[in-house]
C-alpha cells in the first residue's frame, strides 16, 4: 500500500467518523428547540423529560464533533499539503467563515442550553436552544459550500497555479451547492430522525419510560415521514445537476469499467465489486438509472 493510499484511507476513515456524529447533533439540536418549545407553550412535564434525555444525548455528540473536526483540518494540511497550498484562498476563508458565524454562535448559547435550566427564564432557554440548533445549520452551511465548491468550482482564476477567487457569491453559490444544501440538511434531519426513533423503540421493547419513548418516536417518524420523499427527489436533482461535471465518477457509479467510449457509455449498469484491475460482477443485471443521470451520460451511437 502506498502512501497515498494510506493517506486516503485515512482521511476517508476521519470524515465519516466525524460526518456520522454531526449528521446527528445538527438534527437533534433542531429536535431539541421543537421539544423545548413545545414544553414553554404547554407546560407539560413530558416535553420537559424529553428536553432533558435528549440534551445529553446531544452534548456527548457535540463535543465529539468538536474534536473530530479538528483532527480533519490539520488532516487536510498534513495529507494534502499542495492541495491545500493551492485552494487555501478560497477554501480557508470559507472554514474561517464556518468558525466565525457557526461555531462561535454554538459556543456562546451552548452554555445555557446545557446548564441554564432552573437558573434563566424560559424564553431565554428557548432562544439559546434555538440559537444553537441555528450555529449547527450555519456550520453545515458553510462546510457544504466549501465540499460544492470543490466539486463544482466557480468564481475563480489560476493565478502561477493557485486558485484566487474572482466573485465570492459565484464561489459560495457555485452550481451544485443550491442542490447540495438542501439535501444534507434534510439528510441530517432524517439520520436523527431514526436516532431517535431506534432509541424510542428500544424503550418501548423494554416497557421503560413508555409516555417518553412514544412522544419521542411519534415526533422523529413523523418528520422522517414527510421528509424522505422529499430527500429522494433532492438525491436525484444532486445528480442530475453534479454529474455532468464529473463524467469519470458517474461512469464509476454505474460500473461502466471499460474504457469512456460511446459504446462503453451505453452499455449496461452493473451491481459490481471491482477485483484489482478489472471489476467483477456481483448482480449483472440493468441498475435502475434516474432519468436526470441518463441524460448526463454522453450519447448512444446511431
Not at 498534513?78 to 454554538?106: Q, R, S
Not at 457555485?174 to 434534510?186: D, G, K, V
Not at 469519470?248 to 474504457?259: P, Q, S, V, Y
Not at 443485471?285 to 443521470?293: G, L
Amino acid at each position: 500500500m502506498s502512501l497515498l493510499d494510506l493517506s486516503r484511507w485515512q482521511f476517508a476513515v476521519t470524515v465519516l467518523f466525524h460526518m456520522t456524529v454531526p449528521a446527528i447533533t445538527v438534527g437533534l439540536s433542531i429536535f431539541l428547540s421543537v421539544v423545548y418549545g413545545r414544553y414553554w407553550r404547554t407546560g407539560r412535564a413530558g416535553h420537559l423529560q424529553m428536553f432533558r434525555f435528549w440534551r445529553r444525548i446531544f452534548a456527548v455528540g457535540f463535543a465529539i464533533g468538536v474534536v473530530a473536526g479538528a483532527v480533519i483540518t490539520f488532516q487536510m494540511g498534513l495529507n494534502w499539503g499542495v492541495y491545500g497550498a493551492k485552494t487555501g484562498p478560497i477554501i480557508g476563508p470559507i472554514i474561517g467563515m464556518e468558525v466565525v458565524t457557526a461555531f462561535f454562535v454554538e459556543a456562546g448559547f451552548i452554555g445555557v442550553l446545557l446548564y441554564g435550566e432552573g437558573r434563566v427564564r424560559k424564553g431565554t432557554m428557548f432562544v439559546s436552544t434555538v440559537m444553537v440548533s441555528v450555529g449547527t445549520v450555519l456550520s453545515s452551511t458553510w462546510i457544504i459550500a466549501a465540499n460544492s465548491w470543490m466539486q463544482t468550482p466557480a468564481g475563480f482564476k489560476v493565478v502561477h497555479g493557485g486558485f484566487e477567487p474572482t466573485g465570492w457569491v459565484r464561489v459560495i453559490f457555485n452550481p451544485s451547492f443550491l442542490w447540495r444544501w438542501p439535501h444534507m440538511l434534510a439528510a441530517v434531519l432524517i439520520s436523527a430522525s431514526f436516532f431517535v426513533a431506534g432509541i424510542s423503540a428500544w424503550y418501548l421493547v423494554k416497557g421503560r419510560a413508555k409516555g417518553f419513548a412514544r412522544r419521542s418516536m411519534s415526533i422523529a417518524l413523523g418528520i422522517a415521514a414527510l421528509l424522505m420523499p422529499v430527500q429522494l427527489c433532492l438525491g436525484d436533482s444532486v445528480a442530475g445537476h453534479e454529474l455532468p461535471y464529473q463524467l469519470a465518477k458517474l461512469e464509476a457509479i454505474e460500473g461502466n469499467w471499460a474504457t469512456a467510449t460511446q459504446a462503453s457509455s451505453c452499455s449496461p449498469s452493473r451491481i459490481s465489486k471491482p477485483r484489482g484491475t478489472s471489476p467483477s460482477s456481483t448482480f449483472p443485471a440493468s441498475a435502475v438509472t434516474s432519468p436526470r443521470t441518463s441524460a448526463a451520460r454522453r450519447p448512444c451511437p446511431a
